[in-house]
């Protein structure tokens, strides 16, 4: 395919980095989307990575990078692969064109909103601490009808607490500075699955911060070929070892009966939980807690404690009949970390 880079004095406001694997089902309205974005400052780079497509995905992407070039203050490569290396290296090679230090995330599936690069490159400038910046989204289905509306939460001392159990930067919607990421060494090719959760943690391990803002800015494609829809169990286990590493430096070390799955999994409350994955994950919050009342200011422990209040509540409503007494201990629980509110 043909390629067209900036010339050696151009300086671009943003780089925008997508990696496509067999991609043509919705690449056409994806492209038309990065097509629409408003242009920022000094202009925009776009830099795609064609991981090994043996769909047509090559073709759209000859005829987007054509119509960039041919634009003022719009650029655009595309590095072609013969066969794929996986989504993590496919980003690594893309950074490596990447010409702008500010470098925003794009999915070949996802949908973003016109002033996407302008919100964020505006915000990232303003913060100079900021390494990573993610954004709001709405969950939309294959056929782009809306699913769910999403403000993430917010605060760079909670987003790095909270990573020892989720990641709350979506990928797609991240802008992060190059040189950080560099600095930690880029995505980590080992981690097919969870690259982005992997490489947030080691960019606050290296002590840098990370933060999200409300606006919704993407478009986010919920289906079954995705990677996070189609991972798998190897997929969750390659997951967990993101969580697990980040309780491990916050602990000093796990106890052999700590369980990073049933801790994490309590503290997200997303599934069901059989009464033994309960008890363990209790003791492996608990253990948290209690050095959290040590290190952390008070709105963490606070925020900590009002989700372990929700997950507690739902588990409780769900074991009411298979286990009464251990859901009237998570009750108990819930309303021990319950919020306290004043009213006047």
Same mark, same amino acid.
């Given at each position: 395919?043909?390629?067209?880079?900036?010339?050696?004095?151009?300086?671009?406001?943003?780089?925008?980095?997508?990696?496509?694997?067999?991609?043509?089902?919705? =690449?056409? %309205?994806?492209?038309?989307?990065?097509?629409?974005?408003?242009?920022?400052?000094?202009?925009?780079?776009?830099?795609?990575?064609?991981?090994?497509?043996?769909?047509?995905?090559?073709?759209? $992407?000859?005829? *987007?990078?054509?119509?960039?070039?041919?634009?003022?203050?719009?650029?655009?490569?595309?590095?072609? @692969?013969?066969?794929?290396?996986?989504?993590?290296?496919?980003?690594?090679?893309?950074?490596?064109?990447?010409? #702008?230090? *500010?470098? #925003? @995330?794009?999915?070949?599936?996802?949908?973003?909103?016109?002033?996407?690069?302008?919100?964020?490159?505006?915000?990232?400038?303003?913060?100079?601490? =900021?390494?990573? =910046?993610?954004?709001? !989204?709405?969950?939309?289905?294959?056929?782009?009808?809306?699913?769910? %509306?999403?403000?993430?939460?917010?605060?760079?001392?909670?987003? +790095? *607490?909270?990573?020892?159990?989720?990641?709350? /930067?979506?990928?797609?919607?991240?802008?992060?500075?190059?040189?950080?990421?560099?600095?930690?060494?880029?995505?980590?090719?080992?981690? !097919?699955?969870?690259?982005?959760?992997?490489?947030?943690?080691?960019?606050?391990?290296?002590?840098?911060?990370?933060?999200?803002?409300?606006?919704?800015?993407?478009?986010?494609?919920?289906?079954?070929?995705?990677?996070?829809?189609?991972?798998?169990?190897?997929?969750?286990?390659?997951? /967990?070892?993101?969580?697990? @590493?980040?309780?491990?430096?916050?602990?000093?070390?796990?106890?052999?009966?700590?369980?990073?799955?049933?801790?994490?999994?309590?503290?997200?409350?997303?599934?069901?939980?059989?009464?033994?994955?309960?008890?363990?994950? /209790?003791?492996? $919050?608990?253990?948290?807690?209690? $050095?959290?009342?040590?290190?952390? %200011?008070?709105?963490?422990?606070?925020?900590?404690?009002?989700?372990?209040?929700?997950?507690?509540?739902?588990?409780?409503?769900? /074991? @009411?009949?298979? +286990?009464?007494?251990?859901?009237?201990?998570?009750?108990?629980? +819930?309303?021990? !970390?319950?919020?306290?509110? *004043?009213?006047?």
């Amino acid at each position: 395919m043909p390629t067209s880079t900036p010339g050696p004095d151009a300086v671009v406001s943003v780089s925008v980095l997508m990696a496509v694997h067999n991609g043509a089902r919705f =690449l056409p %309205t994806t492209l038309a989307s990065l097509a629409a974005l408003e242009t920022p400052g000094n202009g925009v780079q776009f830099v795609i990575v064609d991981d090994g497509s043996t769909d047509d995905s090559p073709s759209l $992407l000859e005829d *987007f990078v054509r119509e960039q070039n041919s634009l003022d203050g719009r650029c655009a490569v595309c590095v072609r @692969r013969a066969t794929s290396e996986g989504l993590a290296s496919a980003l690594n090679l893309g950074i490596e064109h990447c010409s #702008a230090e *500010f470098i #925003a @995330r794009a999915d070949a599936d996802d949908l973003y909103v016109a002033d996407r690069l302008l919100i964020q490159l505006s915000a990232m400038q303003k913060r100079s601490e =900021l390494a990573a =910046l993610s954004c709001g !989204w709405r969950r939309i289905d294959e056929n782009g009808q809306p699913l769910q %509306t999403r403000i993430p939460e917010q605060g760079p001392d909670w987003l +790095a *607490f909270q990573m020892m159990f989720m990641n709350s /930067l979506l990928h797609p919607g991240v802008m992060f500075r190059r040189s950080a990421v560099l600095s930690v060494g880029g995505y980590d090719p080992a981690y !097919w699955t969870a690259q982005d959760s992997d490489l947030w943690a080691r960019l606050v391990s290296a002590g840098f911060l990370v933060d999200n803002i409300p606006d919704c800015l993407v478009d986010y494609r919920v289906h079954t070929k995705s990677v996070t829809g189609s991972r798998g169990d190897k997929g969750r286990i390659l997951s /967990l070892t993101v969580p697990g @590493r980040l309780q491990h430096a916050y602990l000093g070390g796990l106890p052999p009966e700590h369980d990073v799955k049933s801790t994490v999994d309590l503290y997200q409350g997303f599934c069901r939980m059989d009464p033994a994955e309960i008890k363990a994950g /209790l003791k492996g $919050l608990r253990r948290i807690e209690r $050095l959290a009342m040590t290190r952390e %200011t008070p709105d963490i422990l606070q925020r900590f404690r009002s989700r372990l209040s929700r997950s507690c509540s739902l588990h409780a409503r769900w /074991l @009411r009949r298979r +286990a009464p007494l251990l859901a009237l201990r998570l009750y108990i629980l +819930a309303m021990r !970390w319950r919020p306290v509110s *004043f009213s006047v």
